[in-house]
Nanobody, 123 residues
Framework: VQLVESGGGLVEPGGSLRLSCAAS????????MSWLRQAPGKGLEWVSG????????YYADSVKGRFTISRDAATSTLFLQMNNLQPEDTAIYYC?????????????????WGQGTQVTVSS
């Protein structure tokens, strides 16, 4: 199983980025998918999750109204549209997959992980 994130970068406060996570060698339509992040010197934070069918999404309070999670079953890709980015959003962003759940803040809560993509919000 491979999860490969892309789309990170440097953006000014108020800007936008769209992260992608390409999944391979996994039954993409059967897994719950999540985005998590780890800011410098801090622990993992669950950011958002989407059910296997894509019908229900969940967000941490810190990103609600600014981030949108989505998935494309045809390409086995997970997305995170991030708008109105703020310096406190600076972190390494990871996608993670699990067959039964999402919402945990530990690597042990997920079956599969990507390598992460850096998002830096700074003027």
């Amino acid at each position: 199983v491979q999860l490969v994130e892309s789309g990170g970068g440097l953006v000014e406060p108020g800007g936008s980025l769209r992260l992608s996570c390409a999944a391979s060698m996994i039954n993409f339509s059967s897994v719950f998918m999540s985005w998590l992040r780890q800011a410098p010197g801090k622990g993992l934070e669950w950011v958002s999750g989407i059910t296997s069918g894509g019908d229900t999404t969940y967000y941490a309070d810190s990103v609600k109204g600014r981030f949108t999670i989505s998935r494309d079953a045809a390409t086995s890709t997970l997305f995170l549209q991030m708008n109105n980015l703020q310096p406190e959003d600076t972190a390494i962003y990871y996608c993670a997959a699990d067959y039964t759940k999402f919402g945990g803040n530990s690597r042990n809560d997920y079956e599969y992980w990507g390598q992460g993509t850096q998002v830096t919000v700074s003027s």
